[in-house]
C-alpha cells in the first residue's frame, strides 16, 4: 500500500512539473504588472489637448493600430502647456508617465504603450525612462526589462521632446 501511495505522488509531481513546464505564458515581472495598473488607473489622467477623441494613427508611428489617443498622470501633465500639448525642451521629472492607448477600431482598446520616467530603476533606459507595452488582459507584448530597445528607434526621431511625440505628430 505504501509503495502504491509514493508510486501516485511520484505521478502527481511529475504530472504537475510538466504542466507548469509546459505553459507558454510567463509570468509578468512585477513592474510590468505595475505598469498596467498604472494604465488602467484613470484618476487625475490629462488627455493630449485635453481631449479623449481617437486619433488616427500618425505616418511615423511604429505602432499597427488604426487609432490611439495619449493622456499623461499628474506628474507628467504639470509638463503641459495651455493647450494640453507638452512644452518644448522638456525633460520629464520622474514619476512622469505617458500612457498611449492604441485602439484596433472605435472601442476595441487593444494594446497600452507605456513609458514612466524613473532613473533610479534597474529597467530604465539611459534617460531615465521605463518602456513597456502591455495587453488590457496583461499580456505583456514588449517586457520593461527591453530596456525601450524595441521602442527608442521610433521616439528618437527628429521632433521628439524627451522621447515623446505627440507634438510632432499632432501639433
Known sequence: MIKAQTKFGALIVITASMMVLSCKHEIPAPLDVELLRLAQDTSGQVFYHFSDTL???????????????????????????????????????????????????????????????????????????????????????????????????CHSQSGHIDFTLMNAYFP
Not at 495651455?82 to 487593444?110: H, I, R
Open 55 to 153: 486619433l488616427p494613427r500618425s505616418a511615423g508611428s511604429g505602432h499597427p493600430q488604426a487609432l490611439l489617443r495619449t493622456w499623461y498622470n499628474p506628474a507628467a501633465a504639470a509638463f503641459l502647456d495651455s493647450m494640453g500639448a507638452v512644452v518644448p525642451d522638456t525633460l520629464f521629472a520622474n514619476g512622469a508617465a505617458v500612457v498611449k492607448e492604441l485602439y484596433a477600431s472605435p472601442g476595441v482598446l487593444s494594446l497600452y504603450a507605456i513609458m514612466l520616467k524613473r532613473s533610479d530603476h534597474p529597467n530604465a533606459d539611459q534617460d531615465g525612462w521605463v518602456w513597456a507595452e502591455v495587453e488590457p488582459s496583461g499580456e505583456v507584448a514588449i517586457p520593461s526589462s527591453d530596456l525601450g530597445t524595441a521602442c527608442r528607434g
